[in-house]
């Protein structure tokens, strides 16, 4: 799939993070939490908590250089309910290592919706980045992938995933992804791998969500 295909399906791309981080991410780009941990100096015990076991609040990090940043919770992630759907021998810690190496999108409003509208949402403000599609993948093309399930999450009947679950963009067309997925399954996510440090190129809004919203 080109960035322009990708564009013309989904025009606009959705970053949630926590209220106030736009500033740091517009120093920093976007960092997947491997990343940020490299960045943070963070080693040995937590770096191994952080990236292989479930988050169940915000993590902040602190460095003398780099300054605070908050890495996201992971609550909507169940390591048992992991255990019962992964393929291909993985494990719920080889899975949170794969998501921790990439930066996530939502492809859609709706998708946006769905999230801020989630019980671990709703309650709480949360700050949205818009993303224009069509300069993000011709910038990144060759590190985006493709993702048809919200693989953040566990919650009601967990999707099966594996190491095909993210399809490198530029491997197939929109019909032939389709046709691999058994013609089931839409574009949830756009994930780009490890980092997307020039952010503001591509940035097109920025606003904070109220803590009213509801599902």
Same mark, same amino acid.
């Given at each position: 799939?080109?960035?322009?295909?990708?564009?013309?399906?989904?025009?606009?791309?959705?970053?949630?993070?926590?209220?106030?981080?736009?500033?740091?991410?517009?120093?920093?780009?976007?960092?997947?939490?491997?990343?940020?941990?490299?960045?943070?100096?963070?080693? @040995?015990?937590?770096?191994?908590?952080?990236?292989?076991?479930?988050?169940?609040?915000?993590?902040?990090?602190?460095?003398?250089?780099?300054?605070?940043?908050?890495?996201?919770?992971?609550?909507?992630?169940?390591?048992?309910?992991?255990?019962?759907?992964?393929?291909?021998?993985?494990?719920?810690?080889?899975?949170?290592?794969?998501?921790?190496?990439?930066?996530?999108?939502?492809?859609?409003?709706?998708?946006?919706?769905?999230?801020?509208?989630?019980?671990?949402?709703?309650?709480?403000?949360?700050?949205?980045?818009?993303?224009?599609?069509?300069?993000? @993948?011709?910038?990144?093309?060759?590190?985006?992938?493709?993702?048809?399930?919200?693989?953040?999450?566990?919650?009601?009947?967990?999707?099966?995933?594996?190491?095909?679950?993210?399809?490198?963009?530029?491997?197939?067309?929109?019909?032939?992804?389709?046709?691999?997925?058994?013609?089931?399954?839409?574009?949830?996510?756009?994930?780009?791998?490890?980092?997307?440090?020039?952010?503001?190129?591509?940035?097109?809004?920025?606003?904070?969500?109220?803590?009213?919203?509801?599902?």
């Amino acid at each position: 799939m080109t960035p322009e295909e990708l564009a013309a399906r989904h025009p606009r791309l959705y970053h949630v993070t926590e209220p106030g981080a736009w500033a740091s991410v517009a120093q920093k780009g976007l960092l997947s939490t491997t990343r940020l941990l490299d960045l943070f100096e963070i080693e @040995a015990e937590l770096r191994i908590r952080i990236e292989t076991k479930r988050r169940p609040a915000a993590v902040p990090l602190e460095h003398p250089t780099h300054g605070r940043v908050i890495i996201n919770d992971n609550q909507p992630l169940n390591e048992k309910a992991l255990t019962c759907c992964l393929d291909g021998g993985l494990t719920p810690a080889d899975w949170l290592r794969l998501l921790n190496s990439r930066v996530f999108f939502l492809a859609s409003e709706e998708g946006l919706n769905r999230l801020l509208g989630a019980r671990f949402n709703r309650h709480r403000p949360r700050e949205v980045i818009v993303i224009n599609t069509l300069s993000l @993948a011709t910038a990144h093309a060759e590190r985006i992938e493709l993702c048809p399930i919200n693989s953040g999450s566990t919650l009601r009947k967990a999707a099966r995933r594996g190491l095909d679950t993210f399809t490198p963009l530029l491997h197939h067309s929109f019909k032939d992804w389709s046709k691999h997925r058994g013609r089931r399954d839409q574009i949830l996510e756009i994930t780009v791998r490890d980092h997307v440090t020039d952010i503001t190129h591509h940035m097109i809004d920025v606003f904070q969500t109220s803590s009213e919203i509801t599902s």
